[in-house]
């Protein structure tokens, strides 16, 4: 067998029907599910009320999280952390509510991955971002302006032509592009919808699903609007939604999902609490302190979350 180098392996092998569900992973498996999971870059994540830093290489996830990844016993889990540590694999640092775990040498594992990654990744990105906007809002002035623009800049010159090619197409293009994005909003945002409809039904693990909830934006806001509440608010619910998903022991949603059922779990606990006023009836100022008044009003009767530190 050879012994050297090196593969890439993509995430979603652990989605494959190969990689069989509902047992415990052995000791190889669970060591390629913390590369995988760990941050390819950094970021901060909010873990009940609390803003932690979460850098490129490090995974923040409670004992509980692991034991339901891993299908073990919390105790199995704390002795295999402690292995890696001892032979120098990872880093372990205890930190409150939770566990901050560094893969050491990450960059090795990672540095073929990155490069690929962020090949692919503006590929798909610059493909579907040119192909939607360009085709609806520029056809029109691209094909006027490019026309005239590359014919006359490739005969005389790229940079001349082009210039005055994409300056007269885009401006047009863009502004009415723009205007029939305004019109038709709601239009664009199920067109959206669409486009992401497989990354939607798709299963993610709880902690990815949550950080990809929390960056949308528009959804936020309309959650905001919905309950009344400031964003910053919404965005520490959801935080609080995702360690009630590892509380009663679910690992893995589709971003679909998690939004549906958050949005029936809020509403219970409106219903339940009755903190949340009426939409629109008043304005919670989004300060810290007003924030972590309501959340503990809101979830004083919740399930006691798991967030025990490795000693």
Not at 94 to 108: F, M, S, V
Not at 197 to 219: G, H, M, T, Y
Request: aromatic letters at 8%.
């Amino acid at each position: 067998m050879i012994s050297n180098g090196y593969i890439s392996i993509h995430r979603k092998i652990f989605n494959h029907w190969l990689f069989e569900r509902g047992r415990a992973l052995t000791s190889l498996e669970a060591w390629l599910v913390l590369i995988s999971e760990a941050n390819y870059s950094d970021k901060k994540v909010y873990i009940k009320g609390q803003l932690i830093e979460c850098k490129r290489g490090q995974l923040v996830n409670s004992i509980k999280t692991y034991s339901s990844l891993f299908n073990w016993s919390e105790k199995k889990v704390k002795i295999f952390l402690n292995l890696l540590k001892r032979e120098k694999m990872i880093t372990i640092e205890g930190i409150k509510y939770t566990t901050r775990l560094t893969i050491c040498n990450y960059d090795k594992y990672q540095t073929i991955g990155l490069t690929e990654g962020l090949t692919e990744g503006l590929t798909k990105g610059l493909t579907e971002g040119l192909t939607e906007g360009l085709t609806e809002g520029l056809t029109e002035g691209l094909t006027e302006g490019l026309t005239k623009g590359l014919t006359e800049g490739l005969t005389e010159g790229l940079t001349e032509g082009l210039t005055e090619g994409l300056t007269e197409g885009l401006t047009e293009g863009l502004t009415e592009g723009l205007q029939h994005n305004k019109d038709n909003n709601v239009n664009n945002v199920n067109k959206n919808n669409d486009n992401t409809s497989k990354r939607s039904a798709s299963l993610f693990f709880v902690d990815e699903v949550k950080d990809i909830v929390i960056q949308n934006q528009p959804w936020v806001e309309a959650v905001s609007r919905r309950l009344g509440i400031d964003v910053q608010t919404v965005r520490i619910l959801v935080a609080d939604f995702s360690d009630h998903l590892h509380t009663i022991g679910v690992s893995k949603k589709s971003e679909r999902d998690f939004k549906s059922h958050f949005s029936n779990w809020a509403r219970k606990v409106a219903s339940q609490k009755k903190e949340f006023p009426e939409p629109r009836a008043q304005n919670i100022e989004a300060t810290p302190g007003r924030q972590s008044s309501i959340l503990s009003k809101l979830l004083q009767d919740d399930e006691t979350r798991l967030g025990q530190n490795l000693s």
